[in-house]
């Protein structure tokens, strides 16, 4: 199962009230009494748009604090005999979403100019989860069952939750100016918390106890096996962004 992540995020407006709250404790932490350095940006990262507030606290080193959240309820179905693969949740955009991001960030710029490595602590949740209704028939545990069983099947991928280090590189090419505009990517990893599968089938509801059971042991074995055939130990944080420093 290929586990490459193409996700497209917006931030809703609870979370941008969290958002405000942290941006304004976290510059209000740092080195009250220098006035330069402050800058506040927006990117778009592997874990979706993401506000950013900085700070430059010496010639090579900075400080960043990012958050995100996104979360759709709009889809969720899939039409498919077979398991949907992770490839097929993703690029068929029909899986529900749930997705949250905050991150404190070092950045260490060793020639004082655009280039940094990075290191911090991240906690990430990115879960997937799909209802699918089946093509006339379903395929579990090479077993195939017929509509008039299944009425769906349930697969959810937990692909992280919770506190991770984070390692990476980038680049920030205002890093060396007192105030403006500044572009900046970052390319690293973090490792994947949690990572869970969680698989159920659901009975029509007049089929047999004996038929159901069957069914339902299967999903159980099934679930065992996409357990075991994937392993998933970290995940990358890929992206770009601008931003202002005052």
């Known amino acids: 199962m290929d586990l490459t992540l193409l996700h497209i995020f917006a ?3 609870v979370s941008l009230k969290k958002v405000s709250l942290y941006l304004f404790l976290f510059l209000f932490s740092l080195s009250p009494m220098q006035a330069m350095g ?3 940006g927006i990117g778009v990262r592997s874990v979706g748009f993401t506000l950013e507030a900085g ?3 010496s010639d090579n080193f900075n400080a960043r604090l990012g958050l995100s959240q996104f979360e759709s309820r ?5 039409n498919v005999a077979e398991i949907p693969s992770l490839n097929d949740i993703i690029f068929s955009q029909s899986a529900n979403i749930e997705l949250s991001h905050s991150s404190i960030l070092i950045d260490y710029h060793p020639w004082q100019g655009d280039f940094r490595f990075t290191i911090g602590i991240t906690d990430n949740k990115i879960i997937l989860d799909v209802v699918n209704f089946g093509d006339d028939k379903f395929v579990i545990n090479d077993r195939v069952y017929s509509d ?3 009425e769906s099947t349930d697969l959810r991928l ?4 919770g506190i991770s280090p984070y390692f990476g590189f980038g680049w920030a090419t205002g890093f060396d100016k007192e105030k403006g505009f500044s572009f900046n990517g970052d390319i690293g990893f973090y490792y ?3 990572f869970d599968i969680e698989f159920s089938a659901n009975c029509i509801k007049y089929v047999s106890q004996l038929k159901c059971a069957n069914a339902k042991r299967n999903a159980k074995k099934e679930e065992l096996n996409l357990k075991s055939d994937n392993e998933l130990f970290y995940l990358p944080m890929i992206g770009i962004g601008f931003s202002y420093k005052f």
């Open 38 to 40: 402050f800058e506040l």
């Open 11 to 13: 931030i809703n407006s």
């Open 148 to 150: 008039k069983v299944l």
């Open 74 to 78: 709009d889809n969720g179905n899939a």
């Open 158 to 161: 937990q692909l992280t939750d």
């Open 192 to 194: 994947a918390v949690n």
């Open 55 to 57: 700070h430059k606290f």
